[in-house]
């Protein structure tokens, strides 16, 4: 059986029966009819719309000619005044059905030497004035608050509207022409300008919520219950809504639906409480229980709309409404405020201030004789004390104290901010609204601060006289002393050490890098600044070799098991047999049937040359299937972890203990690949090793590719040479390096390929050209699946750290081979080992000869700093060129180096004879100051090492001083 339905949310048709007749509606149309601009602006969800659409087919059903322009139509955000203007002469010319009789294109050109207020003005008078020489034309805007938002004034816009208004008396043409305004915003709000003339003409259609005195008997013939019980119950309903529309048609398709019992919904666990209020009628129906309306209806609200509101609030209402008291962060603090009073029984009296003003077009209170209230029992039960202390407390970074204040009585000064924390406070509130008790709490911890300051600076004071004192007596000491170090420093500081200790320095320094590396402890940093070379380096473009079908957890959630069972995989992989693929990596174990659809999936691998499943080759082992074992269609999937378990090189081949060698999947595919584009791989040759080859004898060619690939000798694919990593190539010290490994140059994350779920898969929904011809690769991204890796895109310095999908690490081997092989897109090279030392050794060399060069510390400090920076960009241009060079080793050198030429210039050269020519002065000053000299002597020998106060006692007594 249908049922009666109400519609919630949304413009009501003009002949919908739930639609209830207020009084303004008459008091609409008969203002319009007389001519009178009209503007209806309320809280969002009263039925601005609705009351439009009735009023605009009533009087269109008269004759009038009627628009309406969504302002929300034309658009906000990235739009300019000509677009906008546009949009809304376009509007009017589409809705007045002026096409083919009228060259919008045309005449807008034409006018192109006038404002965009004056077009739209002559619009009016020339076009639709002319073309509708005897029809009234009704203008009706609708969602006015959209135009807050533009990033240009609209005040032109309004006053030519209020010219439109005044130009009666001049032409009375334009007495058929009237506006009407629907939505969110004051008069005020219209136009901003406080020099121009306000908003001001017009008349305020002042829209109330529904009550027993409007015509809502529509509504209660859709609750089906007995007269007497509708009656009743559409009290409750109205009393518990306030007259909300929204929320009474909500409440009144709720009470329906637990009238008819609907428990096979998604609701009916909502609706179960409501049970007891109901009982059976002689049809088979039910009826409510005489006399239990009110405690029905309440049910019904409690569990139906206050309970878990947030996830019950669909349509979106009663969000909307906490977004707009929360969305200002500069005026939510005193909203919040306000509506607290009002919830405490505080008389709010309206006062027309902004903050009233914001809260009354929330919708969540009412102007009610003068005084603030809130709107409705549903809006005091969802938006009650609670929620809104809550709401404060998360906006102040002082809750806790604050709180605990309050709870003292506001007497407890120790609860007070104080420092960095009032400091903190004070910029939080800076330009907000807050309510008074913040302010009070605020003004009471300043009080206190500043008295705090007052009491400091007394015992300040007097500790400053007592220090300026003691100080007095040794000031006159302290400056002979630093002027005989400084004279002695001036006479010594142009003496240097020879050039020779430069080469001597770098080779010392560079020599116990060299050590320090090989022990290992540099090879964490080295790893970590390759990573970050990788974050850096700029994302790379979308592969068009490759597409990855993902399955991820929703998808795993809405197959229902995991591993997918065979029939599922059958279904995919036939999908995407129609796409034309090139070439189809499985990267799913199948050891083992996942009934149902084993026999299928058999058949379809046995048909299918171009899918190559996987395996695991490295304990625990994990068989690949039969069929593609058989047909010799299989890759490993195992992958190489470094120490810190991140992926940083591709493993290409392995040899089995039975001597059977065993190719990676991205290999396998990459081959697959290549020989259909006529590349394959063959031994490198060096032509410089050719010319030799007479006298080194012939290089043996291996029969197959899993020789080539097993040997450690480099490989030439297509424009690529492939290089088989060493255990100490680049920043790796002693590392595994069995198998044919490669340094793995990562072409990016997932956003560098093209990815899709297996259901836009099962449900044949991708383009055909993301999949024909490619290399797809299908596997898990699911967290669940633990197929999850870290990788140098890990540990990001700001970013969250994320893991890489198994299917994703295949996808970036096979970028790089066939890059390099088709692009010539480098692979990630390392120098020689010899290279990399003279690497260190130069970078040793350069820090070394700009401390000898470069006197002072401090521009020493600022070009080892400046050298540093040259030399990670050196590096980083390298990597970017497919090298990775050495740069913690380098930047330890050269630090060292810059540091070490100093050291022992000083210790060689210039400490001691400073030393001895500071003595030799204070010696000669003691002898016209004997006090000062004596005290700054004295200084000097405390201030100085145990071996150097040896040698200023020897000074003292060659000069003829007694110690």
Same mark, same amino acid.
């Given at each position: ?48 719309? $609705?009351?439009?659409?009735? +009023? ?83 203008? &009706? ?21 209020? &010219? ?16 009407? !305004? ?111 309306? *009110?405690?029905?209806?309440?049910? !019904? ?33 005193? =909203? ?6 009002? =919830?405490?029984?505080?008389? !709010? ?70 420092g960095l924390a009032l400091q903190e406070a004070l910029a939080w509130a800076d330009k907000k609204q807050l309510s008074d008790l913040d302010y009070r709490f605020l003004a009471a911890s300043q009080e206190l601060a500043k008295r705090a300051v007052e009491s400091d600076l007394a015992v300040e ?42 080469? $001597? ?32 380096? @700029? ?44 070439? +189809? ?214 970013? +969250? ?47 070394? *000869? ?35 060079? @050495? ?21 060689? =050269? ?29 200084? &000097? ?23």
């Amino acid at each position: 059986m249908a049922y009666y339905q109400y519609q919630v949310g949304g413009s009501l048709t003009s002949d919908d029966p739930s639609y209830v007749e207020r009084k303004a509606d008459s008091q609409l149309y008969k203002a319009l009819k007389t001519g009178e601009f009209c503007y209806i602006l309320n809280s969002r969800q009263m039925g601005k719309s $609705s009351l439009l659409v009735r +009023v605009k087919h009533r009087l269109q059903a008269e004759g009038s000619k009627c628009i309406t322009i969504d302002m929300t139509n034309i658009g906000s955000e990235n739009i300019t005044p000509t677009q906008w203007y546009k949009g809304i002469v376009t509007e009017l010319w589409l809705g007045l059905n002026l096409l083919g009789k009228f060259n919008l294109k045309t005449w807008w050109k034409e006018q192109e030497d006038l404002s965009l207020t004056h077009r739209f003005s002559q619009f009016i008078e020339e076009v639709l004035l002319v073309q509708f020489k005897q029809e009234r034309i009704f203008i &009706f805007i609708d969602e006015i608050d959209s135009i807050l938002n533009l990033p240009f004034s609209v005040d032109d816009f309004f006053a030519l509207i209020r &010219f439109c208004y005044n130009h009666r008396a001049i032409n009375p043409e334009f007495k058929r022409i009237t506006f009407a !305004i629907f939505g969110v915003a004051t008069p005020s709000d219209l136009i901003r300008d406080q020099v121009r003339t306000p908003f001001n003409i017009g008349k305020a259609i002042e829209l109330h919520g529904f009550t027993l005195e409007d015509k809502i008997e529509s509504l209660a013939q859709g609750l089906a219950v007995k007269e007497g019980n509708a009656k009743a119950v559409l009290q409750e309903i109205l009393a518990w809504t306030g007259g909300q529309p929204f929320l009474t048609q909500k409440l009144c398709q709720l009470v329906l639906a637990a009238k008819h019992s609907v428990y096979q919904t998604s609701d009916s666990h909502l609706l179960a409480p409501v049970v007891g209020y109901l009982e059976p009628t002689s049809n088979g129906s039910s009826s409510i229980i005489t006399e239990t309306e *009110a405690s029905w209806v309440e049910a !019904i609200v409690q569990s139906c709309i206050i309970d878990k509101w947030e996830f019950q609030d669909e349509p979106e209402h009663l969000r909307t409404i906490r977004d707009r008291l929360l969305s200002n962060e500069q005026m939510a603090g005193r =909203l919040l405020g306000i509506y607290q009073q009002i =919830l405490a029984g505080d008389q !709010i009296p309206t006062d027309d201030s902004r903050e009233q003003i914001e809260l009354l077009l929330s919708g969540l209170v009412i102007n009610e004789q003068g005084y603030l209230k809130a709107k409705n029992p549903i809006y005091q039960a969802v938006f009650n004390s609670e929620w809104v202390v809550k709401q404060l407390e998360n906006m102040r970074p002082y809750a806790q104290s604050f709180k605990a204040w309050l709870n003292s009585e506001q007497q407890d000064e120790s609860l007070l901010l104080q420092g960095l924390a009032l400091q903190e406070a004070l910029a939080w509130a800076d330009k907000k609204q807050l309510s008074d008790l913040d302010y009070r709490f605020l003004a009471a911890s300043q009080e206190l601060a500043k008295r705090a300051v007052e009491s400091d600076l007394a015992v300040e004071k007097f500790e400053r006289e007592k220090a300026e004192f003691a100080l007095q007596a040794a000031q006159e000491a302290i400056y002979i002393l630093a002027d005989a170090q400084k004279t002695a420093w001036r006479n010594s500081k142009n003496l240097r050490l020879g050039k020779k200790w430069i080469a $001597s320095i770098a080779g010392v320094v560079a020599s116990s890098v060299i050590l320090l590396r090989f022990t290992g402890l540099l090879q964490g940093m080295e790893l970590t600044t390759l990573d970050r070379f990788f974050q850096a380096r @700029p994302p790379a473009p979308i592969d068009p070799r490759i597409t990855i079908i993902t399955i991820d957890d929703l998808d795993i959630e809405a197959i229902g098991t995991y591993p997918l069972p065979d029939q599922i995989l059958v279904q995919a992989l036939q999908a995407l047999k129609s796409y034309q693929p090139r070439l +189809v990596g499985l990267d799913l174990y199948r050891d083992l049937p996942v009934e149902p659809g084993y026999q299928e999936l058999v058949k379809l691998f046995e048909n299918s040359p171009n899918l190559i499943g996987v395996e695991k080759v490295v304990e625990p082992q994990v068989a690949p299937p039969p069929i593609l074992s058989q047909k010799s269609q299989v890759g490993f999937a195992d992958q190489v972890l470094d120490g810190d378990s991140k992926i940083r090189r591709a493993l290409l081949t392995v040899n089995l203990p039975e001597d059977e060698r065993k190719l990676s999947l991205g290999l396998r595919l990459t081959v697959k690949y290549l020989e259909a584009e006529g590349v394959t791989a063959q031994p490198f040759s060096n032509k410089y090793l050719d010319k030799l080859s007479p006298y080194l004898g012939r290089i043996k060619v291996f029969d197959s590719l899993l020789e080539m690939f097993n040997n450690s000798h480099q490989i030439q694919l297509g424009k690529a040479i492939l290089i088989p990593f060493n255990s100490n190539d680049g920043g790796y010290v002693r590392t595994e390096a069995g198998g044919y490994q490669i340094l793995l140059n990562y072409h990016g994350t997932q956003e560098q390929f093209q990815t899709f779920s297996i259901a836009d898969l099962l449900a044949k929904k991708l383009p055909a050209e993301a999949i024909r011809d490619r290399i797809v690769l299908i596997g898990s991204t699911a967290e669940s699946t633990n197929d999850l890796f870290q990788t140098p895109y890990s540990s990001r310095i700001f970013d +969250v750290p994320t893991h890489m999908a198994g299917i994703t690490i295949h996808a970036n081997i096979i970028s790089q081979l066939l890059s390099a092989a088709l692009d010539g897109r480098p692979l990630l090279r390392v120098l020689p080992e010899v290279g990399e030392w003279l690497w260190i050794v130069l970078w040793s060399g350069l820090g070394a *000869a700009l401390a000898w060069q470069v006197k002072s510390s401090r521009w020493i400090t600022i070009t080892v700093v400046i050298t540093s920076g040259v030399l990670v960009g050196i590096t980083y241009l390298a990597f970017l060129g497919g090298w990775w060079l @050495p740069v913690v080793p380098p930047i330890i050198g050269l630090v060292i180096a810059a540091i070490t030429l100093p050291i022992i210039t000083t210790k060689q =050269l210039l400490e001691k004879i400073q030393l001895r020519q500071t003595v030799k002065l204070l010696v000669v000053i003691a002898q016209e100051k004997p006090i000062a000299g004596q005290i700054a002597i004295e200084y &000097f020998k405390q201030a100085e090492t145990q071996e150097n106060q040896v040698l200023i006692e020897q000074v003292l007594r060659e000069e003829g001083v007694r110690c």
